[in-house]
C-alpha cells in the first residue's frame, strides 16, 4: 500500500520501517480527518505501527463530532479540503471552545503558498505540512505535539497544585480559614439553609506543649477525617489552630448535632480500647447554629462561637451546644 500510494506524499514518506524504530509505542490517541479514502488508510496504517491509537474522521463535520466529544484525541492531523466543513474552519471550531487542553493541529495541506501557510496558522493550527511530504518529517511533527502535550498537562497540572495550595489547609486537606469565610459568605449570600458548626479539639494546647506540633496535627486532622467520614457532603475549613468550621447545606441542625453526637461516642469508644499504635482520637466539642436570611457572617459566626464557648462551659454533661439564631432586632452584641 506505501508503495502503490508513495506518489501522493512522496516517495520518501514510505520509509516508515525506520520511523517505527524512533516512535516508542505511546498509546496517544490521533484523529486523522482526511476525505481520501487512500489517502486516510496509508496515513492510519503507519501512525499505528509508530504505537498511536487512531481515531479517522472521513469529512470535517465527523472530525468535529470527535473532537468536542468529552475525550477527544489531543493530536489531530486535518487535511485542508474536506467536505461539510474544512480544517481551516475546524480549526477556527477548536479554538473557539473554551478547553484546558485544546488539541493539538498538524494540518495537511496542497496549498504551499505563503499566504495559504499564514492563514492555516492563523486559524489555529499548531503545524502546518505541505503534501507531497516525508512521512519521517511527520514523524518528527508528531514527537513535537507529543512533547508540547505533555508541558501542557504538566502546566494544567501545577496550575492545579497552586490553586489547591491556595485554597487548602496544608496540614489536614481541609480549607483554609480564608476559603471557608468566603464558601460562608456566597451561602449567605444567596439566602441557602445550612446549619453551621465550630468543632474545637479539648486540651489542644496540652496536647501541643506535652506531646508536641505533630500529635496536636494528627488530632486536628482525626477530626476532619471524622467528620467527612459522617458527612462527606459537608464543607469543612480549618478556622484556626484547634477549631474547624463546618458548613451543612440543607441539613438541619437536629440531624447534624446526632451524628455529631454519633461521633463524640465512637471517639470516646475508641479511646476506651487497647491502643492500636496509632493517635488516640482526641475528644472535641462542638457548637452549632443556623443560617437565616439578612444574616451577616460575623453574627453567624458570633452565634456558632458563643454556641462552642457554652459547649466547652457545660463539659462533661453534654460538650454540644446549639444556638438559633434570634431575629435582627434582637440580636446580641459579639
Not at 101 to 117: C, F, H
Request: aromatic share 6%; net charge negative; proline share 3%.
Amino acid at each position: 500500500m506505501a508503495e502503490l500510494l508513495g506518489c501522493r506524499y512522496g516517495h520518501a514518506s514510505c520509509d516508515c520501517h525506520g520511523e517505527s524504530r524512533m516512535n516508542a509505542p505511546s498509546n496517544m490517541r490521533v484523529l486523522i480527518a482526511e476525505d481520501d479514502f487512500a489517502s486516510r488508510i496509508l496515513l492510519q496504517a503507519i501512525l499505528e505501527k509508530w504505537g498511536y491509537e487512531v481515531v479517522v474522521a472521513d469529512d470535517g463535520a465527523a472530525a468535529w463530532r470527535i473532537l468536542e466529544a468529552d475525550n477527544a484525541p489531543p493530536i489531530a492531523v486535518l487535511d485542508w479540503m474536506m467536505p461539510h466543513l474544512s480544517g481551516v474552519d475546524l480549526c477556527a471550531r477548536i479554538r473557539g471552545r473554551e478547553q484546558d487542553l485544546a488539541p493539538y493541529v498538524v494540518m495537511l495541506t496542497a496549498k504551499g503558498e505563503q499566504s495559504d501557510v499564514t492563514a492555516g496558522l492563523d486559524a489555529g493550527a499548531d503545524d502546518y505540512l505541505v503534501k507531497p511530504f516525508d512521512f519521517a518529517e511527520l514523524g518528527a511533527r508528531l514527537r513535537v505535539a507529543k512533547r508540547a502535550i505533555a508541558l501542557q498537562r504538566d502546566l494544567i497540572e501545577s496550575r492545579k497544585a497552586v490553586r489547591y495550595q491556595s485554597l487548602h489547609d496544608v496540614s489536614t486537606g481541609a480549607l483554609n480559614r480564608g476559603a471557608i469565610l468566603n464558601q460562608l459568605s456566597e451561602l449567605l449570600g444567596a439566602n441557602a439553609s445550612a446549619t453551621i458548626g465550630l468543632l474545637a479539639i479539648d486540651e489542644h494546647k496540652r496536647i501541643l506543649r506535652d506531646d508536641g506540633t505533630e500529635s496536636a496535627e494528627a488530632a486536628v486532622r482525626s477530626l476532619v477525617h471524622a467528620v467527612r467520614a459522617r458527612f462527606p457532603s459537608a464543607l469543612i475549613g480549618r478556622y484556626c489552630s484547634d477549631q474547624l468550621l463546618c458548613i451543612w447545606r440543607d441539613v438541619e441542625i437536629e440531624t447534624v448535632y446526632l451524628h455529631v453526637e454519633a461521633m463524640r461516642s465512637a471517639d470516646e469508644s475508641a479511646a476506651s480500647s487497647p491502643a492500636t499504635g496509632n493517635h488516640e482520637p482526641a475528644s472535641f466539642s462542638c457548637g452549632l447554629t443556623t443560617s437565616a436570611d439578612s444574616t451577616s457572617t460575623e453574627l453567624l459566626l458570633c452565634y456558632a462561637d458563643s454556641a462552642l464557648y457554652s459547649a466547652r462551659a457545660l463539659a462533661g454533661a453534654t460538650e454540644i451546644f446549639t444556638l438559633e439564631l434570634v431575629r435582627q432586632s434582637e440580636k446580641p452584641q459579639c
